[in-house]
């Protein structure tokens, strides 16, 4: 008998599906091997629920590579502020890579409480430049906004190893009990406690935690896509439409962030990712 369902856990070559009415563990049919499709958590399939086999899967909406997911409305961006340090460069690198796969990020600082008043106050200033780009921010103190922001919609939870994601999902639902990580406080390190991607219902939301990484790459993007993924930049005219804001003489980018409307680490970044596309592209 076929069914519809939701991949919502894979486990190696283990698919767990949530059909209409049960949860049935699954293999998925050698052809997707050689049709060189890999079933992502998110899927929406067909399955054979005698045989425990994924036998098809849909069309999706939209998917991510890191971390490997599909048809998503939000990307929550769980950004910590300390221990792990706060990584603007990852924070844009993930918001990029978001942007450029049709997918709404929503940036979530974690951390808080860690922060010297100082330090707290530069986070403020942080959410309210990024919330001028149209980029909504939260904090995982603020779980009626969260959860208000979240509400019907199904999000992928991403961001650096020990960023406080796991943790963020048990204090969203008190019946959770996802394993979190000790951070190292020699190294400042996190140990990768979340080995995998699974969506969990929390009240009208579904959520996937993932597990963490510390870089990502930009390779598959044009120069233009990650220009495009920019928003700033469109309030600007530089003289050339086509100026990558790099070498040229005179460019209106380059003078806003002398100016000090553009962040400086945004510049830096965009010069940074703009290094890290294909040559041939
Ligand atoms: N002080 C403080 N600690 C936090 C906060 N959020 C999470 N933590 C702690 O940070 C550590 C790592 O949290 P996890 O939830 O395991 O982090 P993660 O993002 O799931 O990490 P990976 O699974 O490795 O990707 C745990 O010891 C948490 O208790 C926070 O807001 N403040
Ligand atoms: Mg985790
Ligand atoms: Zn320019």
Do not use: W
């Not at 486990?11 to 009415?21: E, F, G, H, K």
């Not at 999706?60 to 990307?75: G, K, Q, T, W």
Request: proline content about 3%.
């Amino acid at each position: 008998m076929l069914e519809h369902g939701k991949i919502i856990r894979i486990i190696s070559n283990l698919y767990t599906v949530a059909t209409s009415n049960d949860i049935v563990d699954c293999h998925a049919r050698g052809k997707f091997r050689n049709a060189k499709l890999t079933p992502l958590v998110g899927d929406e399939c067909e399955v054979d629920i005698e045989n425990n086999y994924i036998i098809d899967i849909y069309e999706r909406r939209n998917e991510l590579s890191r971390p490997p997911i599909a048809n998503i409305d939000v990307a929550l961006v769980i950004t910590s502020c300390k221990e792990p340090d706060l990584s603007l460069n990852l924070l844009d690198k993930l918001l990029c890579n978001i942007l450029l796969n049709h997918i709404e990020p929503i940036i979530c600082f974690t951390k808080l409480d860690l922060l010297t008043k100082e330090e707290l106050k530069n986070i403020q200033k942080l959410r309210q430049y990024y919330e001028h780009l149209g980029i909504k921010t939260t904090t995982n103190r603020h779980r009626y906004h969260l959860k208000k922001l979240l509400k019907n919609k199904t999000v992928v939870l991403t961001g650096q190893t020990g960023a406080g994601k796991s943790s963020l999902l048990n204090k969203l639902d008190r019946h959770l009990t996802i394993a979190t990580g000790e951070i190292s406080t020699a190294l400042g390190r996190g140990k990768h406690t979340t080995r995998h991607v699974e969506l969990y219902q929390v009240g009208k939301s579904l959520i996937a935690d993932t597990p963490g990484f510390s870089s990502l790459e930009l390779s598959n993007f044009t120069k233009e896509e990650i220009k495009s993924s920019f928003p700033e930049f469109n309030n600007y005219q530089c003289e050339f439409h086509n100026c990558q804001h790099t070498n040229e003489k005179k460019c209106a980018i380059k003078d806003a962030v002398a100016k000090g409307e553009i962040l400086p680490s945004r510049y830096t970044n965009y010069l940074k990712f703009l290094k890290e596309v294909k040559p041939c592209k």
